[in-house]
């Protein structure tokens, strides 16, 4: 079946500028992660859905990054003002259960001139 | 905080060879799950292995297998009979509940 499927796969933004990074689960999945993964790191933690809900936002850096996932299928990570610091390769991974095992979707690498 | 580390940014093998890649972690837990992910450069995250920290049997897939040691808190990858499609970055990561760590990763060469 379809993997965990993230849009774009690149993008180049403007200093100041919105962005807004789409993640499609796999289905049926009720947990999803959104990690961040900077140049010659391994994924970092940002926030973790148990359906609709963030269960765990404690790995936002601040207030500029916020995520939401009305349906409980599809998430988007949206975030402000981007810095040139945002640049990363930003990863989604869901589960079947909150505690299952994660699959990864092949990330967006987010390029802020 | 739980942390890993990958100690070796850097490793290569010959093929055919045998290689095996260094994971250190922290925590305070005694229920956690541990894993190695590859990273190819497609980036898409591959499970290669898990290990439950309850187990004592070190967990083995095909020609991948780990050696843990739970009071050490020591976790290594071992890649039997080394084939060019091995290489990428690999991850060590540490996951208790919802709280999945990862470490910064090791780049396996696979020479021919």
């Known amino acids: 079946g ?22 499609d689960p796999i289905s049926g999945h009720t947990a999803l992660y959104w990690y961040r993964q900077s140049l ?9 859905f148990q359906g609709t809900g963030a269960a765990d936002d404690s790995g936002l850096p601040n207030d500029r990054f916020f995520a939401v996932r009305p349906e409980g299928s599809v998430s988007t990570l ?18 079947l259960v909150g505690e ?14 | 905080a739980q942390t890993v580390t990958q100690s070796q940014p850097e490793m290569s093998v010959q093929e055919a060879e045998t290689v ?18 590859k990273q190819p450069p497609s980036r898409q995250m591959i499970l290669v292995i898990r290990q439950e920290a309850y187990k004592q049997q070190n967990a083995t897939e095909n020609r991948f297998s780990v050696n843990f040691q739970k009071a050490a808190k020591s976790f290594s990858l071992k890649i039997s ?16 509940y919802n709280d999945m760590r990862f470490g910064a990763g090791t780049r396996l060469t696979v020479k021919p």
């Open chain 1, 40 to 48: 010659g790191q391994g994924p970092e933690f940002l926030i973790y």
């Open chain 1, 100 to 113: 299952g095992e994660q699959y990864f979707g092949p990330g967006t690498r987010l390029t802020v001139t």
């Open chain 2, 20 to 37: 095996t890649l260094s994971c250190t972690y922290d925590t305070s837990e005694s229920d956690y799950y541990l894993f190695w992910y």
């Open chain 2, 81 to 96: 009979d080394s084939q060019l499609g091995d290489a990428a970055m690999y991850f060590c990561a540490y996951r208790n």
């Open chain 1, 2 to 23: 379809a993997g965990v499927s993230q849009t774009p796969s690149n993008k180049v933004t403007e200093k100041g500028k919105y962005v807004e990074l789409r993640c």
């Open chain 1, 78 to 95: 949206k975030i402000q003002r981007t810095e040139r610091g945002d640049s990363a390769v930003y990863l989604c991974a869901s589960s």
